[in-house]
């Protein structure tokens, strides 16, 4: 069977393989499953898929595929098998049928990321059968856990078992590649050259406790609700970083939208859909999202606390910090609970243009762009072994589909076609990289 046809056969099976990440290693299963059935699928064409397990169940797969000249950097392709959770009442079709209908195939992770990790097994296969070979070696991983936080997938693969990733120095994954029309002649891909840190934090307040009833100076939550609302009504500085700027530099032209650099937040509001995403990208953010104080309606707590999910440009995680500290002034204490840094590399050398090529060659509207995602994925561990990380996982995708809002969106699905051009993209990537 060809690639192209393959890999709706492959993706289906993934999406019936309930992966869900609840993040509670409790509740979450399905990735054992989903990891035997990628080593059975590569053992067919004869590698040698190896599968670590960080915890029951939590299972991720790797292999390497030998290119024509192992002496070269060998470059890293990786995916998640695991999903977020979804309601079936809330969807049209239920979430884990994998059914084909209306040119689409739906399912919890048709668009993340089961729809990469069927694309690469079809292209490998296919290859393998074919006795077609890469031109350098691939390191193929399949990891769990990425919807929680990477921990148990490819935070434990990168800790534990290096020695998959040696002479790796470049890899290719989720959040990058896809199109957003410009019109029905030109289309831009968005290839993911940087990503934002991740700084999750905990502030807190003490104060006095006692008595309701009593007059109290020195109240922890109303210290902590100024700190709160004045973390969540801040606008950080824009800070124009060069990813972002030569994505607003080209897209602007393209666009024919006038781009004023020490004002782009004008150019943004008129770029359509993607403006969401870009927008983040312009300055650091602190969004408040817990809040946790008191045990009884009339005792005033000695302490209270919130959580604050911030998301950092690559290299201010220290100057956010700082300016973090100002905003909140010195009776607030700040606990991290969470921190990764961001990524950014540029948009050159041989790999970005294998990537511009193969989408030209497939789509000859096709536009490629670097862009910063808001988010953070699994490049994130793999950036702590000096791997350069790029997010391209190609679709072309229809004029009308909005398609941000089918990540972790209900009716998540991905259009056949676009499958299909994907793997066709991939096909010429892999040969010229
Ligand atoms: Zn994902």
């Known amino acids: 069977m060809n690639a192209t046809d393959e890999v709706i056969e492959l993706c289906r099976d993934l999406l019936r393989i309930d992966t869900t990440n609840t993040g509670d290693l409790d509740t979450s299963a399905g990735e054992r499953a989903a990891a035997e059935y990628v080593a059975e699928k590569l053992a067919e064409v004869g590698l040698q898929p190896e599968i670590q397990e960080s915890a029951p169940g939590r299972a991720s797969v790797v292999a390497r595929f030998e290119g024509e000249d192992p002496s070269r950097d060998a470059l890293l392709i990786h995916g998640h098998l695991d999903v977020v959770p979804a309601d079936a009442s809330e969807w049209s079709v239920h979430p884990f049928s994998g059914e084909v209908k209306d040119g689409y195939l739906w399912g919890r992770g048709a668009v993340d990321m089961k729809d990469f990790d069927a694309m690469v097994l079809a292209l490998v296969r296919q290859m393998r059968r074919e006795g077609r070979k890469p031109p350098r070696d691939v390191v193929l991983a399949f990891v769990a856990d990425e919807e929680a936080g990477s921990t148990y997938g490819a935070q434990f693969l990168v800790d534990r078992f290096p020695q998959y990733f040696e002479g ?75 990813t972002v700027r030569a994505f607003l530099e080209q897209v602007s032209q393209i666009l024919d939208i006038e781009l004023d650099l020490d004002d782009p937040e004008a150019a943004v509001g008129k770029i359509g859909p993607i403006a969401m995403i870009i927008g983040a990208t312009l300055r650091n953010t ?52 969470h921190r990764q840094p961001g990524l950014e590399t540029t948009f050159d050398g041989a790999l970005v243009e294998a990537m511009s090529a193969a989408l030209r060659a497939e789509d000859p ?26 997010g391209f996982s190609p679709l072309r995708l229809p004029d009308d589909l909005n398609f941000g809002a089918l990540f972790h969106g209900i009716d998540e699905r991905v259009p056949v076609e676009g499958l299909q051009f994907g793997v066709r993209v991939l096909d010429r990537f892999l040969q010229q990289s």
């Open 286 to 337: 602190a969004n408040p999202t817990r809040l946790a104080a008191g045990y009884k309606d009339n005792v005033i707590p000695g302490r209270a606390s919130a959580t604050i999910d911030c998301r950092t440009l690559p290299g201010q995680s220290e100057l956010f910090e700082q300016q973090l500290r100002d905003l909140v002034g010195p009776d607030i204490d700040l606990e991290y609970i």
């Open 365 to 390: 509207g096709a536009l490629p762009v670097p862009y910063m995602l808001s988010g953070g994925t699994d490049a994130k561990q793999f950036d702590k072994l000096g791997i350069r990380c790029f």
């Open 168 to 242: 790796v120095t470049e890899a290719v994954g989720e959040v990058g590649g896809f199109s957003v029309s410009v019109s029905s002649q030109q289309r831009l891909y968005l290839i993911e050259t940087a990503q934002k840190g991740i700084d999750w934090l905990r502030i807190h307040a003490k104060g006095r406790p006692g008595h309701g009833s009593m007059i109290n100076d020195d109240n922890a939550v109303t210290a902590l609700a100024e700190a709160v609302a004045r973390i969540g009504r801040h606008r950080f500085p824009i800070v124009m970083t060069p």
